[in-house]
């Protein structure tokens, strides 16, 4: 055995030095870092770069989920969520229940809403600002993480108006930051396979550009563990780093497993823990400008996201409270942890437990 370690951490000893020296990966140094089975090696190059920028802190936030709807019009073969109008199960929230819904926040403390939600075919801009702005308006303390890139090209759409327009609009209602999500991988073939009426890469980067130019913060993700391979991954954590040398607008990373259960695509088994480590730890070392790496414990799991922290992840997202995306496709996580059960879990791994908000700043 220790021979065995020995060659693999000599296999990786040019890649190594680049971390420590704090030069720049390519693409083929990402591609054998996945191609490599020393994932104690990889773990401990990704904390290396971790405790470079965050020291020894891991960052949790109480934020609440609202998915306002269902009714999509695309027909992801990875999505358990979507449903069509008037199909059993198909739901569309009003402003009231949404109102409602967010209300919650006064008793869970939380500092965030992170809404998003199918893309509905006769929804117009008018709804999401009203929306938007309503909650913006009831509580102007807490930060509005809202719309994919993707919702926010389809609101552009329907509405007959720029992306730009578009985001300026929910911005000035209320709109704090993006979430990542959308992006999938930005591999062209596989978006064609998987996901053929969704917005290409190209254009969600752009959405990103947009958003960024306009002030609003996002988050970047990659739905991994389905048809990818090893250099679709990469490419797409090179697209990411190039936008945020260019915008400096991204605030984390989050991969995202993919959850086969209840999808076109279900023959397909769970991403396996050696994987879900492997993503963290190389997004971590690829995206060197970036802050942040998440693990979504949702989809990751509890355990899984603990151990993380020690393979480049710095951030653990937060209480949830209600999600209900991943869950349709067959998550066995709790909808929501507490704030004591996340620092404990943060705590039992000798990390320093930190609360922050949407932007990273600490709250004491």
């Known amino acids: 055995m220790p021979l065995l370690k020995t060659t693999l951490n000599t296999d990786l000893s040019d890649i190594q030095e680049k971390v420590i020296d704090g030069h720049r990966l390519n693409f083929e140094d990402g591609v054998r870092l996945f191609e490599s089975p020393d994932i104690l090696t990889i773990g401990r190059l990704a904390n290396i770069v971790r405790e470079r920028i965050n020291k020894n802190k891991v960052y949790y936030i109480i934020n609440r989920h609202i998915n306002y709807s269902n009714i999509c019009k695309n ?11 008037g199909e059993n199960g198909a739901y569309q929230m009003s402003i009231k229940e949404i109102l409602e819904k967010a209300s919650q926040i006064i008793q869970e403390k939380a500092t965030e809403l992170h809404i998003v939600g199918g893309l509905h075919p006769e929804l117009g801009l008018d709804f999401y600002i ?63 396979e998987l996901c053929p009426e969704k917005l290409s890469g190209e254009e969600w980067l752009n959405t990103m550009r947009i958003a960024h130019n306009l002030g609003l913060k996002s988050n970047a993700t990659m739905l991994y563990g389905h048809i990818e391979q090893d250099k679709d991954r990469i490419n797409h ?36 823990g050696i994987l879900d ?8 070392l690829m995206l060197d400008n970036f802050d942040h790496i998440k693990a979504f414990w949702i989809m990751l799991g509890i355990k899984i ?33 507490t704030v004591n059960e996340i620092r404990s879990l943060i705590e039992e791994t000798g990390r320093e437990p930190v609360e922050r908000d949407t932007l990273y700043n600490r709250i004491n």
Do not use: W
């Open 277 to 284: 480590l492997k993503m963290l730890a190389i997004g971590r």
């Open 305 to 337: 996201s603990q151990i993380s922290l020690s393979f480049g992840v710095d951030d653990i997202d937060g209480t949830v409270a209600e999600e209900k995306i991943t869950h349709s496709a067959g998550a066995e996580t709790p909808e929501a942890l």
């Open 237 to 272: 954590l090179l697209k990411l780093r190039e936008l945020q040398d260019e915008t400096g607008g991204f605030m984390t990373f989050i991969p995202l497993a993919f959850h086969p259960k209840n999808t076109d695509m279900k023959n397909i088994s769970s991403t396996a």
């Open 130 to 192: 009203d929306m938007i702005s309503s909650i913006h308006k009831r509580f102007p303390e807490v930060h509005l993480q809202a719309f994919t890139a993707v919702e926010i090209s389809h609101f552009a759409e329907i509405s007959g108006i720029s992306t730009y327009e578009t985001l300026k609009k929910l911005k000035d209602a209320g709109l704090g930051s993006l979430p990542g999500g959308g992006a999938e991988v930005f591999a062209t073939e596989i978006r064609e």
């Open 75 to 85: 027909k992801c073969k990875f999505c358990a969520f979507s449903r069509e109008e």
